[in-house]
């Protein structure tokens, strides 16, 4: 059983205060996560802080150190309340759109990524919502890892490697198996959550692991069934506890 940290809603106008901190941590610990890059914000709650004009060669240089670079979305917006494969949220940017409308939102994020000199491991789709068609799209530009579902493995399912993500904070009880993605966001964060999330770094830092080796491991894996039973258990008991809100 090992965690893999992921934090989304990496940009430049992001709460840095909090985020320097937390790369501090990290870098300190020699943890490697995997960061949620938005391409071109446009959400009105990314804009918290001054824009760094560094920003892509910070990016450029956590990749060089093994960090693991998701390509969030294009800008961020809620067009669509269209929940997707998971249906877990009632908003997207991509999912229930045509093929041609996404391909090119892809295309432009990615166009970004490219005159920045970076290259996205995988796909992070804002609010966890995409349908099968975001997932064609991707294969065609080259991108087949995403960071979304709820299953106990990484598995491959329609030609892409889904790395499963199931939490959002470090739990009370250590679940015996799997391998479980914590989702942070820590443009929401305070003080109490910086020490909160240090503690629980310390606390939990033999179990975490290096996305790039699970990636690497899981590669080809397929998922059996009753990590299928899994996924619909868990989705529904997060719907029903209303644990998943807003924070895509």
């Given at each position: 059983?090992?965690f893999?940290?992921r934090?989304d809603?990496?940009?430049?106008t992001?709460?840095w ?9 990290l ?14 914000n446009?959400?009105?709650a990314?804009?918290?802080?001054n ?6 060669n910070y990016?450029?240089?956590?990749q060089?150190?093994?960090w693991?670079i ?5 800008q ?7 929940g ?10 991509f999912?229930g759109?045509?093929?041609e409308?996404?391909e090119?939102r892809?295309?432009?994020a990615?166009?970004i990524?490219?005159?920045n ?6 796909f992070?789709a804002?609010?966890?919502s ?6 064609r ?6 991108i087949?890892?995403i ?10 399912h329609y030609?892409v490697l889904?790395i499963?993500q199931q939490l959002?904070w470090?739990?009370?009880?250590v ?8 989702l ?6 305070g003080?109490?959550?910086l ?12 179990k ?29 008991m ?11």
């Open positions: 059983m090992v893999l940290l934090f809603d990496i940009c430049p992001m709460n205060r909090i985020w320097l901190e937390v790369d501090r941590l870098l300190e610990r020699n943890i490697k996560p995997i960061i949620a890059v938005i391409p071109s446009k959400e009105q990314f804009f918290i802080e824009e760094r004009e560094d920003f892509w990016v450029k240089e956590r060089k150190i093994g693991i998701g390509v969030h979305g294009y961020h917006l809620c067009v669509t309340r269209n997707g494969i998971l249906g877990i949220n009632s908003c997207s940017e999912a759109l045509e093929e409308e996404q090119e892809i295309i432009r990615l166009e990524f490219r005159a000199n970076v290259t996205p491991d995988l992070i804002p609010w966890h995409f349908d099968y068609t975001t997932l799209v991707l294969r065609k530009h080259g087949n890892v960071s979304d579902g709820f299953s106990l493995y990484p598995f491959v030609g889904w499963p959002w470090f739990p009370k009880i679940p015996p198996i799997g391998v479980w993605t914590i942070f966001h820590h443009n929401f964060w003080e109490s959550e020490r909160r999330f240090e503690i629980d770094l310390d606390r939990f830092r033999k975490i692991a290096d996305p790039a080796k699970i990636i690497a491991h899981y590669r080809d894996r397929r998922r059996p069934l009753i990590e299928e039973i899994f996924d619909y258990t868990w989705k529904r997060l719907i029903l506890l209303r644990y998943i809100k807003y924070r895509g």
